[in-house]
């Protein structure tokens, strides 16, 4: 995948954070954004104890774990507050924003539109520099979940930081030594 800018996430609702998460605001941090549903079966036995491995194996580094419930199906069974207790119960505490619904009664959420998503759960990461490097839709395997999160991490140390927006990333301009 060639890197290009994240969309921007569009979100109801945050959980498990003061304030609401953004890209810009992580800027400078590699991202692992886990889409999941709460009655997904391979996001509950998979995908959400997978992204809790990585908040606790990769703790103290400049890494983010971030939620995304995503609703495309059984909508009125996952309101706010099953979901307030799903987390509760299965211990999550990395910061879980909610999809915005689609829009005209669309149901396929903004964010997993904006995304192209396949469905939940799906693993994105994101570098510090705020560009999406990989989404994969399913369970991802652990030891390739890591390599990759290693490197993005690796990069980030090595690389100056790049100006992202919708039009593209660009290096800062750096002065001339003359």
Not at 12 to 40: D, S, Y
Request: charged share 20%.
């Amino acid at each position: 995948m060639l890197p290009r800018p994240a969309p921007a996430w569009q979100t109801t609702t945050w959980l498990n954070t003061p304030e609401p998460l953004t890209l810009e605001r992580l800027r400078g941090k590699v991202i692992l954004l886990h889409a999941f549903q709460m009655l997904c079966p391979g996001c509950v036995a998979r995908g959400i104890p997978q992204a809790q491995r990585v908040a606790e194996v990769f703790a103290g580094a400049p890494l983010v774990v971030v939620g995304l419930h995503t609703v495309f199906e059984h909508h009125e069974a996952m309101k706010l507050e099953s979901l307030r207790a799903f987390l509760h119960e299965y211990r999550v505490k990395f910061p879980v924003g909610v999809d915005a619904p689609g829009e005209g009664g669309d149901p396929i959420p903004r964010t997993m539109s904006a995304y192209a998503m396949r469905g939940t759960p799906t693993t994105v990461l994101i570098d510090a520099q705020g560009r999406l490097r990989r989404q994969v839709f399913g369970v991802h395997d652990d030891l390739q979940l890591g390599a990759e999160i290693q490197t993005l991490l690796l990069e980030a140390q090595s690389q100056p930081a790049e100006a992202c927006d919708d039009g593209g990333c660009a290096l800062p301009l750096v002065a001339s030594r003359d």
